[in-house]
């Protein structure tokens, strides 16, 4: 697990508020060395905190405005079969292994209700998924979020910025 101090957690709430923002514009934004950003971005890549830099979509924009979520019943031993059945769908976001009576959750996005009853069709012709139940969201009521979480953990004490306050 990387340790995130406060340059860290300053760096990742500059890229979320300006994802085009290049390594001199965020020395500027966090008052902080060029040379020192690249690095803590450097660190938070190969330690795998950092996986992307989007960009991020709105798939109801891009025409996708109908979302499920979808719980799978899926025959024992049947995971990587899932697996690989769910990826072949467009349609489906993501997949998570879960606990509880499912086995498996999805995410998935459809053009219209009819283009969701063809997705959840084709997942449901998978020979591994004993059942599916699907719920459709009506609004998105907190949007998909990381920072609050990083930021409510007491941030590690900053190793080499002493420039560096994070007010």
């Known amino acids: 697990m990387t340790e995130l101090d406060a340059l860290d957690l300053a760096l990742l709430g500059a890229l979320r508020d300006s994802p085009r923002a290049g390594v001199l514009q965020l020395s500027r ?7 020192t950003v690249q690095a803590r971005l450097d660190r938070m890549e190969r330690a795998g905190v950092i996986t ?16 499920a ?7 024992q031993g049947a995971l990587d079969q899932v697996r690989d059945d769910l990826a072949a769908i467009p349609g489906v976001l993501e997949a998570h292994a879960i606990t509880g009576s499912a086995d498996v959750i999805c995410k998935v ?16 012709s998978s020979p591994s ?4 139940t699907s719920a459709i969201a009506l609004s998105t ?7 609050p979480l990083l930021t409510a953990r007491p941030a590690a004490p900053a190793t080499r910025s002493p420039a560096f306050r994070g007010d």
């Open 141 to 147: 009521v907190i949007k998909p979020r990381d920072l």
């Open 69 to 75: 979520f979808v719980t799978l019943e899926i025959t």
């Open 109 to 124: 996005a459809a053009t219209s209700h009819a283009d969701l009853q063809r997705t959840l069709l084709r997942i449901d």
């Open 29 to 35: 934004i966090t008052q902080v060395a060029r040379a």
């Open 129 to 132: 998924v004993a059942r599916s």
């Open 52 to 67: 992307g830099y989007g960009p991020d979509i709105d798939l109801a924009a891009a025409g996708y405005s109908v979302l």
